[in-house]
């Protein structure tokens, strides 16, 4: 017959091994998390794919940093140029080129003879021609305007 000091003891066995079974189901769940935000984060290291055909354009890109600030300065309109291997950006209202840093991640080349730059994830922020107008940042030690990641517009 059983007692109830029996009762505490089955009760007690059952207890570690449903702590490690929520422990291991935490520690899975963890694990999935970071994989996903991995996963997310990479392309800033790595910029996007080059697509068949592409031939890679030249373009400045600050490195990667995990800071969540930019400078809050506007760039006047500029138009996607190509000047031989480099992407550049001309002003519309001067036509001067501007010397900019893109931030990590970007990347630019040439496909089907027509200049493309693209966001880390292979987002067209803009092909040849178009006319960039919502671009932020701020002027760096070198004289360049550092393009600000956020709230730039892509999909052109």
Same mark, same amino acid.
Request: proline share 6%; aromatic share 8%.
């Given at each position: ?97 501007? @010397? !900019? &840093?893109?931030?990590? =991640?970007?990347?630019?080349? *040439? /496909?089907? #003879?027509?200049?493309? $730059?693209? +966001?880390?994830?292979? @987002? !067209? &922020?803009?092909?040849? =021609?178009?006319?960039?107008? *919502? /671009?932020? #940042?701020?002027?760096? $030690?070198? +004289? ?13």
């Amino acid at each position: 017959m059983a007692t109830s000091s029996d009762a505490v003891a089955v009760t007690n066995d059952r207890r570690p091994r449903r702590r490690r079974t929520v422990l291991r189901w935490i520690m899975v769940v963890v694990a999935i998390v970071l994989a996903l935000a991995a996963w997310r984060v990479l392309p800033v290291f790595t910029g996007p794919a080059l697509p068949a055909g592409a031939t890679r354009l030249h373009i400045a890109t600050a490195p990667p940093t995990f800071t969540s600030g930019c400078a809050a300065a506007a760039l006047a309109p500029a138009r996607v140029a190509r000047s031989g291997d480099d992407l550049v950006l001309i002003t519309v209202d001067t036509g001067d080129t501007v @010397s !900019v &840093v893109w931030p990590a =991640g970007f990347a630019a080349w *040439s /496909l089907d #003879g027509a200049a493309v $730059l693209a +966001d880390p994830w292979g @987002s !067209v &922020v803009g092909r040849e =021609g178009d006319i960039l107008d *919502s /671009l932020g #940042g701020g002027g760096g $030690l070198d +004289d360049a305007f550092y393009i600000c990641p956020y709230g730039i517009v892509t999909g052109r």
